[in-house]
T-cell receptor, first 109, second 114 residues
């Protein structure tokens, strides 16, 4: 199974950008890179995904390395509501994700 | 708003009971999934279904079964609940594709087996 590696935790100051890294050195050519976040007492929430090119949406940006062995989720201005566990996931085959343990982001006021 | 609805937010059951966790989605998604989430272990896939009446085992299917009689509904069954099945259970759904769509998760059911 393709795997992802993320730091266990990170801290950021409010209103500053946050770069959350993810390594996925065993990614295959057809694996999409997905990011989710999980707020306390809630199910995971979709953030963004991409295949090869960088992607932007209203929540975040995703920067994918040229060799696709790593990616970075960018929150442009962290708020207290962004404090969550962030999961970087590869879409395994057609049907399923393999979740790791994610990065716990703490945002300091 | 598109939704995945899990029937119970909190559930307490006794050891040996048969337990049904229900999940309903309103997005016409082909795929549905059951995960459990435990501290330090992340989300682990129990079962998934890619069509009505179709099911596939995930990584930890032992002690569980599933049922999908209608496209919108996916049930997780604990045949004889045990204390090691105390966990947060999460249902998700998605379109059938090769990775270009995300999952929508429910809010979870926190099951305690006593």
């Amino acid at each position: 199974d393709a795997k992802t590696t993320q730091p266990n935790s990170m801290e950021s100051n409010e209103e500053e950008p946050v770069h959350l890294p993810c390594n996925h050195s065993t990614i295959s050519g057809t694996d999409y890179i997905h990011w989710y976040r999980q707020l306390p007492s809630q199910g995971p929430e979709y953030v963004i995904h991409g295949l090869t090119s960088n992607v932007n949406n209203r929540m975040a940006s995703l920067a994918i390395a040229e060799d696709r062995k790593s990616s970075t989720l960018i929150l442009h201005r962290a708020t207290l509501r962004d404090a969550a566990v962030y999961y970087c996931i590869l879409r395994e085959g057609t049907y399923k994700y393999i979740f790791g343990t994610g990065t716990r982001l703490k945002v300091l006021a | 708003d598109v939704k995945v609805t899990q029937s119970s937010r909190y559930l307490v059951k006794r050891t040996g009971e048969k337990v049904f966790l229900e999940c309903v989605q309103d997005m016409d998604h082909e795929n549905m999934f059951w995960y459990r989430q435990d501290p330090g272990l992340g989300l682990r896939l129990i079962y998934f279904s890619y069509d009505v009446k179709m099911k596939e085992k995930g990584d930890i299917p032992e002690g569980y079964s599933v049922s999908r009689e209608k496209k919108e509904r996916f049930s997780l069954i604990l045949e004889s609940a045990s204390t090691n099945q105390t966990s947060m259970y999460l249902c998700a759904s998605s379109f059938s594709d090769r990775g270009n769509y995300g999952y929508t998760f429910g809010s979870g059911t926190r099951l305690t087996v006593v």
